[in-house]
């Protein structure tokens, strides 16, 4: 069996509930036969993370180091890895394990995130009963198929938001079959929005972002977004009515804004939610039949399909627009991120 190189990693981990993180260590699981010890030189700051720390989401298993947008260098692999090698760079998103079987449902369906053995990268737990914790540390042990080779082409720097924000925008959207000439809508330029204007552009859709911050609409418009919709206007968006066959909802709309998101659908169109409002969703049933109008949702992507995101980005030069912070000063991109103040992702250099 094949040791790791790094018996104690050390992390910034919450203790409590709360935006505060703090030096903390523990012993990692035994490296599998099938896994890897990477090295972490980059990790994102994504949305779940501060969901997690505050407990927005359920219960968080204390202490927790969070983090799901890993980059960094393989320097142990199990006997049984032969994709990868010692040196290779690599990306770890929000999932680290499932059963990659034929015979699973979920996994067989590009859609392992659903499978029953699946482990996300973070408040979670193996089978074993370990924890797993995430990306804000030196190392990470995790099973190989969940560590991506990086394309060259891709700065590691730019590379750690793709690993969540990227595959969370893209998968809906090769699910659906997005393609040349559909007319999307993004609402919500952030972290995940300015990154779905890219990858939708990129398949040659027809783009319209929607944003109640008009000084976004040149930097929107450089992305790749065709139209710019300030949501502030009621003429601007009276006179865009039925245009869209598929709208991202990728910020935290308030829930009693689905009416009028459904009034902006063509028939039959798809309204896709990858951000997470508070409370209950408040719609009139009615609109949906007049309309034809479908609301769906999409929870991350496969690991197939992270490397098609990958792949995708390397080839249409989609990067995020980032902040950089030492790992060190994580607490204060903490608080810059939950100030709605970051533009529009935050990466961490360790």
Request: charged letters at 25%; a neutral charge.
């Amino acid at each position: 069996m094949v040791e790791g190189k790094i018996n104690e990693i050390h992390g910034w981990a919450a203790k409590k509930r709360g935006l505060e993180v703090e030096p903390w260590s523990y012993k990692p699981r035994p490296l599998g036969e099938h896994d890897v010890e990477i090295k972490i030189e980059y990790s994102g700051i994504c949305g779940s993370d501060l969901h997690t720390l505050k407990e927005e989401w359920g219960p968080t298993y204390f202490p927790a180091i969070v983090g799901h947008e890993i980059v960094g260098k393989v320097i142990t692999k199990g006997e049984k890895v032969t994709h990868l090698k010692e040196g290779d760079l690599v990306g770890v998103g929000a999932q680290v394990l499932a059963c990659l079987k034929d015979s699973c449902h979920a996994c067989s369906n590009d859609l392992d995130p659903h499978c029953d053995k699946s482990v996300f990268t973070y408040n979670a737990k193996y089978a074993d009963g370990a924890q797993a914790q995430g990306g804000y540390a030196d190392a990470v042990r995790v099973d190989a198929s969940y560590a991506l080779k990086m394309p060259e082409k891709i700065d590691p720097v730019h590379a750690a938001p793709l690993m969540c924000a990227g595959v969370t925008v893209f998968a809906p959207m090769l699910r659906k079959g997005v393609k040349k000439g559909d007319r999307v809508g993004v609402i919500g330029i952030g972290g995940l929005g300015h990154l779905a204007i890219q990858f939708a552009h990129g398949l040659g859709a027809e783009v319209t972002a929607y944003s109640h911050s008009p000084d976004k609409r040149e930097q929107c418009l450089k992305l790749g977004a065709s139209h710019f919709v300030n949501t502030s206007d009621k003429k601007q968006v009276e006179e865009n009515r039925h245009k869209l066959d598929y709208l991202f909802i990728t910020s935290n709309s308030k829930s009693n804004q689905y009416n009028e998101f459904i009034s902006w659908m063509d028939f039959e169109g798809q309204i896709v939610l990858l951000a997470i409002p508070e409370g209950h969703m408040q719609f009139m049933p009615f609109e949906f039949i007049k309309s034809e109008v479908a609301i769906t949702g999409s929870l991350i992507g496969g690991v197939n399909v992270l490397r098609k995101t990958l792949d995708f980005a390397a080839k249409h030069g989609i990067r995020p627009i980032i902040e950089k912070y030492p790992i060190d000063k994580v607490n204060e991109a903490l608080q810059h991120m939950d100030a709605g103040k970051a533009r529009y992702r935050i990466v961490l250099t360790h």
